[in-house]
């Protein structure tokens, strides 16, 4: 089918806009948010015209000061699946002035949405799995797992293979997407994913943050930044700083994170039960100056995730210079651990203790350099501009070249 806008296209296959559909804008959601909003920001930086598509309802506070125009077409209906009867017809309105589609994440309404405008209008479309077929949901959801292979057949399989491409932010995550259902067929690119240098004054920001938690001044801080999900790890983290906690009163670590699934009492109990009430800290989400404070503040950001894509966090660590602990299912881990910028081990309370024991055994010169090499490996592989460059060329290598 041809694309009503090939002509138009420029040399590298962006036409008059690149829009970019998404289940919702809300930061809370974690990476993918994070990522679009920078890929965004570095997309106008090059002089692109792009926008965004939601399922998020009209008036809602996340796109309040979004960067580029966010249309807000929900709410959406049948839980997170998010389905939006107006999406279809919207797309279609759009395509006129639309060269290209990005749909970020699966299993959700605007991806077949897409698939269907394609089918009317040719309109091309790519996809940023952002994890989302890793095997390791097989496993520990099994239930959820079994809906997802009566929805596959009809939708999300042909949503995948019609794509123009269908993009990974590293090549584990390329690799295990095969892996979790049958029939799996698609055009492949690993693009890559990325954030921008931290903004600001760090030594301000660290002071910013302390005078906030100011309890936390001449601690040894260690760093979990990220959602309290049962995929990240956080129980087996609480257990694994009891033994690391009784080595040093000084060390303290600050659990950073919004707790949309209820998981955060729990885990305070336990860290209660096991004497670590004074020695864990908990202050919610954090975002701006004190998100990059509480990098700046700490020694080393720690992450033993049973399954994590790419991990936005991990690389704003290493933005900032800090090192990171981090398990092997964390699909960045390679890059990191060949560049010396932190450590991995399994993720199991085993793995999580050699982690935080490693980090605790290293001496003086040893930390300072892998401060240095984690800046190093954010500079070489987690630049937000190379992963929009990246973008740019899988988009231009898969649309018609102008006549």
Sequence with gaps: MEH????????????PICLHLISSLDPRGGGPQEGLRQLVLAAQRSGQNVEV????????????????????????????????????????????????????????????AAWRLWRRTGTPYFVYTHGMLDPWFKKTYPLKHLKKSLYWPWAEYRVLRD??????????????ARQSF?????????????????????????????????????????????RLHPKKGCDLLVEAFAVAAARDPQLHMVMAGPDQYGVGKALMDRADGLGLASRISWPGMLSGDLKWGAFNAAEVFVLPSHQENFGIAVVEALACGLPVLISNKVNIWREIAADGAGLT???????????????????????????????????????????ASNLDAAIAGALPTPA
């Design 345 to 387: 081990a399994e993720d199991t309370l085993e793995g999580t203790r050699q982690l935080l024991e490693g980090w605790m055994n290293l001496s003086a010169v040893e930390c300072a350099d892998m401060r240095r090499q984690a800046a190093e490996c954010f500079r070489k592989h987690f630049m937000i501009d190379a992963a």
């Design 163 to 176: 794509a123009h491409r269908v993009l990974f932010t590293c090549e584990d995550e390329r690799l295990l």
């Design 53 to 112: 598509a939601t399922m998020d309802a009209p008036g809602a506070t996340c796109a309040a000061d979004y960067p580029c125009p966010a249309h807000l077409l929900g709410p959406g209906r049948f839980g997170t699946y998010g389905y939006v009867p107006a999406m279809l017809g919207w797309l279609q309105r759009q395509a006129p002035r639309t060269s290209a589609i990005v749909v970020h994440g699966l299993w959700q309404y605007h991806g077949l």
């Design 182 to 226: 049958g029939r799996y067929r698609a055009s492949e690119s690993v693009v890559g994913f990325g954030i921008p240098r931290p903004p600001g004054n760090s030594e301000q920001q660290r002071t910013a943050f302390l005078e906030r938690f100011p309890q936390l001044r001449g601690k040894r801080l260690l760093l979990f930044l990220g």
């Design 4 to 15: 009503p806008h090939k002509n138009a296209a420029d040399a590298r296959g962006i036409g």
